[in-house]
């Protein structure tokens, strides 16, 4: 089965063609970053004018590189949600007119189980049961994967998602948007044990993260200090490791819970080498297998839905013909793969 996978959450035009038989066959992606920039965050309207902009094109890219014509799409996936309604808009709406135009189903594909299951794009499938740590800019948790389609969400961040303090603290930092990749860099430079960060709620039992008093600290040493470039640095760089810390923690007692012998890394944030990194050590130290996308599968694509829709589609899944998007979806509301056939 050919699946033309789209995904317009956000601010990423992204497209793909996922074969069931010989896996990816072509994948294109637009990012609007340069054009959100100017703005210092994602300006929703614009974004639902650039998808449609760039949609379509993206998808005849995609058939032209993978040598295939409209008639060999044997089925249409498309984000539903959650994320920026006008935007979900534009994808569901194409994706169903193509669908439509060429008499296949479609499917409505949730945009976390997208990032949950890109790791298994790659050459080395992590097989369930595996725990999941989604890190994103609008979402931070972590998820016990029995089955795909069976999600149990362990904790969840109770204020900023993982990616959002990245991006706020880089901006306090003048670092600009999107800041997670510019923070990042700038850590390499600085020296992570000069300033003292807190761990947020790792003294206390539980898988909830909260990172909202890491980023009110933060602002307060930065507006405190010098704000010359070495300060900049070892700031960006202990905020970075007490982001990194906390998260292992969480990773480790979520392992422990569970007794899962795998955890995988999803969504923007895993494209962090320094958490990567961590968590690989973590693995190796206590026995389970850390497996993660390849950075630009981390980060919003079109390769992750058009492979979680395959799953689903290929399960005899597909989605009536309204026109459904869904600014917020619980994952844990998902049904089990096959259940609406
Ligand atoms: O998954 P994603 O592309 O979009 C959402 O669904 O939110 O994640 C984007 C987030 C942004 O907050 C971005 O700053 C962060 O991922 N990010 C990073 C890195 N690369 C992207 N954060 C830290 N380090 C990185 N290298
Ligand atoms: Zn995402």
Redesign the pocket.
């Known amino acids: 089965m050919i699946v033309l996978g789209i995904e317009t959450?956000?601010d990423?035009t992204g497209v793909a063609l996922y074969d069931s038989e010989v896996g990816l066959r072509a994948h294109a992606l637009f990012s609007q970053v340069e054009i959100h920039a100017e703005y210092g965050g994602v300006v929703p309207e614009i974004a639902s004018r650039d998808h449609v902009r760039k949609l379509l094109p993206l998808i005849n890219q995609c058939l032209e590189n993978a040598d295939l014509t409209r008639a060999d799409i044997d089925a249409v996936a498309y984000t539903a949600g959650p994320g920026l309604i006008g935007a979900l808009l534009v994808g569901t709406a194409t994706g169903r007119s193509i669908a439509m135009a060429l008499d296949r189903p479609a499917l409505a594909v949730h945009?976390m189980e997208g990032?949950l299951l890109a790791p298994m794009l790659e050459a080395d499938p992590p097989e369930v049961p595996f725990v999941a740590l989604l890190v994103?800019?609008?979402?931070s948790m972590l998820v016990e994967v029995r089955a795909i389609g069976e999600y149990r969400i362990l904790g969840e961040t109770l204020d900023d998602?993982?990616?959002?303090a990245?991006?706020k603290t880089?901006k306090l930092l003048g670092l600009g948007y999107?800041?997670?990749?510019a923070?990042?860099k700038l850590a390499k430079q600085g020296d992570e044990k000069r300033f003292s960060f807190p761990r947020p709620m790792t003294n206390k039992p539980g898988l909830d993260f909260s990172f909202s008093g890491l980023k009110t600290h933060t602002r307060n040493l930065w507006l405190n200090s010098e704000q010359d470039e070495t300060t900049q640095a070892d700031i960006a760089a202990g905020f970075q490791l007490a982001v990194v810390d906390t998260l292992v923690i969480k990773c480790r007692r979520a392992m422990q819970h569970t007794r899962a012998p795998q955890l995988i890394i999803a969504?923007?944030?895993g494209?962090?080498?320094a958490?990567r990194e961590a968590l690989q050590q973590a693995g190796k130290k206590h026995g389970w297998k850390v497996s993660y996308p390849r950075l630009e599968f981390?980060?919003?694509n079109g390769a992750m839905i058009a492979f979680a829709g395959c799953q689903r589609l290929m399960a005899g899944e597909h989605t009536g013909p309204g026109l459904q998007a869904f600014a917020r979806w619980p994952l844990d509301q998902l049904p089990p793969l096959g259940a609406t056939a």
């Not at 998602?161 to 959002?164: L, P, R, T, V």
């Open positions: 959450s956000c990423e945009h990032h994103s800019g609008g979402h998602a993982a990616g959002e990245f991006d880089a999107p800041g997670g990749p923070l990042a969504g923007g944030v494209a962090n080498l958490l981390c980060t919003d």
